[in-house]
C-alpha cells in the first residue's frame, strides 16, 4: 500500500511539473514587434546613448513580464532547473534580431532538442511583441547589447 501511495505521488509530481509551464492567462497586448520599436527608437534618436535607453525600456518590460510568468517553474536566471539558465541561454545566443524572433517563437509555441529531451511547453496566451520583450531580457543576461 505504501509504495502504490509513493508511486501515485511521484506521477502526479511529474504531471504537475510537465504541465505547470504553461503560461498564465494574461490580456493579450499590442502584436507589435518589440525589436522594430527599438530600432525604430534607434533611427529617430542622434546618440547611441539615446537609443540604448529604448532597449533598456524593452529589456525592463521583459523582465517584468518574466518576473510575472510561470518561467521560474523550470527556468533560473542562473543556475539550471528543468531548463536551461536563462544566462546560459544568453551565453549561447548572440543578442540580434533573428535570435530575439526565435527564442520569442520558442516562447509561444514550445520546442524541444536544444537543451536535452524535456520539451519547452508552448505560451500561446503571450503575443509575439511580449515574448520578444522577453527574449531580449533572457539575451541581455549576459551583459551583451543589441547588435542590429
Not at 511529474?14 to 492567462?25: D, H, N, P, Q
Not at 518574466?66 to 523550470?74: E, I, L
Not at 534580431?97 to 516562447?107: E, H, P, R
Request: charged share 30%; glycine share 6%.
Amino acid at each position: 500500500m505504501k509504495k502504490l501511495f509513493v508511486l501515485i505521488a511521484l506521477v502526479g509530481m511529474a504531471s504537475f511539473s510537465l504541465t505547470s509551464c504553461g503560461s498564465k492567462k494574461e490580456e493579450k497586448k499590442e502584436e507589435a514587434d518589440a525589436y522594430s520599436d527599438y530600432e525604430k527608437a534607434d533611427d529617430k534618436k542622434e546618440e547611441s546613448a539615446a537609443s540604448s535607453s529604448s532597449a533598456e525600456d524593452l529589456i525592463a518590460q521583459g523582465q517584468a513580464l518574466v518576473d510575472a510568468s510561470d518561467c521560474k517553474t523550470c527556468h533560473h536566471p542562473t543556475n539550471k532547473i528543468v531548463g536551461p539558465s536563462h544566462t546560459d541561454v544568453a551565453k549561447k545566443y548572440e543578442f540580434t534580431k533573428a535570435n530575439v524572433t526565435m527564442l520569442a517563437n520558442k516562447i509561444i509555441n514550445g520546442g524541444s532538442g536544444n537543451w536535452g529531451e524535456i520539451p519547452m511547453s508552448p505560451h500561446a496566451d503571450i503575443s509575439q511583441a511580449d515574448a520578444e520583450k522577453m527574449a531580449m531580457y533572457v539575451l541581455s543576461l549576459d551583459g551583451e547589447k543589441p547588435k542590429d
